[in-house]
T-cell receptor, first 112, second 115 residues
Framework: SQQGEEDPQALSIQEGENATMNCSYK?????LQWYRQNSGRGLVHLIL?????REKHSGRLRVTLDTSKKSSSLLITASRAADTASYFC????????????FGSGTQLTVLP | GAGVSQSPRYKVAKRGQDVALRCDPI?????LFWYQQALGQGPEFLTY????????KSGLPSDRFFAERPEGSVSTLKIQRTQQEDSAVYLC?????????????FGSGTQLSVL
């Protein structure tokens, strides 16, 4: 079973617009990570936010975490066609050998 | 190597055949994970190794699935008597130390199609 649920399942925007994806999870976490997957490829790590952090930035990416609501959001600013991919949130639990449990993903399409 | 390498890239098997999927993690990475990804879904955990020790195999769907990492580096995921429901992408990932708050490095996966 999957811990996180991304919303929306699919998102289509124009190049230059911002894209926001949300992730909700069910149990307490140690950290939350976002990954990107291009079609037919493996996942690539984007950003990690710890449970005691509320916001983190990396280039055009901004991640927020609200542990009281058990939710996170990923904002991609000034999107490009090359940002077209599936985006997954993954949650980590302290003491869990499994490390990460992935959500079902948001398929982002950026139209040129 | 520079990244996690998986082979073969694609595998077509007839139902009932045995298959073996290989993963070469990043050199020096202690932890190795296998995930199964169905079309349009996120990766689902299968099993986890720390060095050569298989610490968690609770995600393996049946006793037809077997994984090993005998020397603490290369790992093989074996599926016996394949069934159509085994069709999926099998992803391997590694991490440096296997502690929490670590990111995973993924291979490109093996796409298994069982006919």
């Amino acid at each position: 079973s999957q811990q996180g649920e991304e919303d929306p399942q699919a998102l289509s925007i124009q190049e230059g617009e911002n894209a926001t994806m949300n992730c909700s999870y069910k149990t307490s976490i140690n950290n939350l990570q976002w990954y990107r997957q291009n079609s037919g490829r493996g996942l690539v790590h984007l950003i990690l936010i710890r449970s005691n952090e509320r916001e983190k930035h990396s280039g055009r990416l901004r991640v927020t975490l609200d542990t009281s609501k058990k939710s996170s959001s990923l904002l991609i600013t000034a999107s490009r066609a090359a940002d077209t991919a599936s985006y997954f949130c993954a949650t980590g639990y302290s003491g869990s050998a499994r490390q990460l449990t992935f959500g079902s993903g948001t398929q982002l399409t950026v139209l040129p | 190597g520079a990244g996690v390498s998986q082979s073969p890239r694609y595998k077509v098997a007839k139902r009932g055949q045995d298959v073996a999927l290989r993963c070469d993690p990043i050199s020096g990475h202690v932890s190795l994970f296998w995930y199964q990804q169905a079309l349009g879904q996120g990766p689902e955990f299968l099993t986890y190794f720390q060095n050569e020790a298989q610490l968690d195999k609770s995600g393996l769907p049946s006793d037809r699935f077997f994984a090993e990492r005998p020397e603490g580096s290369v790992s093989t995921l074996k599926i016996q008597r394949t069934q159509q429901e085994d069709s999926a992408v099998y992803l391997c990932a590694s991490s440096l130390a296997g502690t929490t708050n670590e990111k995973l490095f993924f291979g490109s996966g093996t796409q298994l199609s069982v006919l």
